[in-house]
């Protein structure tokens, strides 16, 4: 068994889109026949209805099912809307705030991590690592078993500390490695980190099953300023052994493979 996913985040459709891009994320779609496209959060700029549906039209052009999850910029940007409808824009144009997609070898648990009080951090969800559960039960024994947030586990070794991880994120660690998942992927830092569990944590005997976190670099660069942001995506390859999260960066005019890191299963 052989599979090929795509990973992207933080689009931030609404500022500073370039058809280039737009046309080399589906070129590099059609190219590699991804089972599955996961978007992490931050489609849009400012939570506007508008914006998302111009998110929405590009992850349309994709050959592949999209599973796409809310980031802190998709909710109204402003109050009050942003406390008493937060999700409103978001269920219309995508449906669910915690969609779970199943494609040949993959099966994908989408989680709201965003706190509509907060600007910047998130938070597992209650009822996340039940619902991964849930999902795994029902999947194939072999299909890679994935969480998505937008929010980050795992940091990347040049972000500036004004983004923080997701809330007690050991908690929200060990509970989602519990529900069965193998790779937890987010976006929100516009940096890229790619991190197996036991490389930072001691786990104790058992060991323990392999737990990849893979934090997407930006695909959109909505603050051109900010050199801490780097704009790219990932590229999930896995077998019935291994599994490995290729970077690619975009260039101005193509995305080029950066990076890979290979890990076992199980
Ligand atoms: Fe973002
Ligand atoms: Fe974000």
Redesign the pocket.
Known sequence: MTGCAIHFS?LHRGVRETSALDDALVALCHDLAPVLAIAS??LSNRGRVQELRRAKALLDRLPAPVLAVP???DIPYTLPGRVTRPWRAFEEVFGSVQPVVTAPGIVACGLNSVRPWRHQGGRLPGDGPGRAAEAFAAADAGALRVVVL?HHLAGAPWRAARKLPLKRRDAALSALAASGAELIVG??IHQSSVVERHEFEAVDAPRGRSVVLATAPGLGRPRPRRTGEAQGLHVVRWTARELAVETHVWDGGAFVRTATRTFPRG
């Open positions: 933080d959060g931050d980031g802190n910029h937008h976006g929100h």
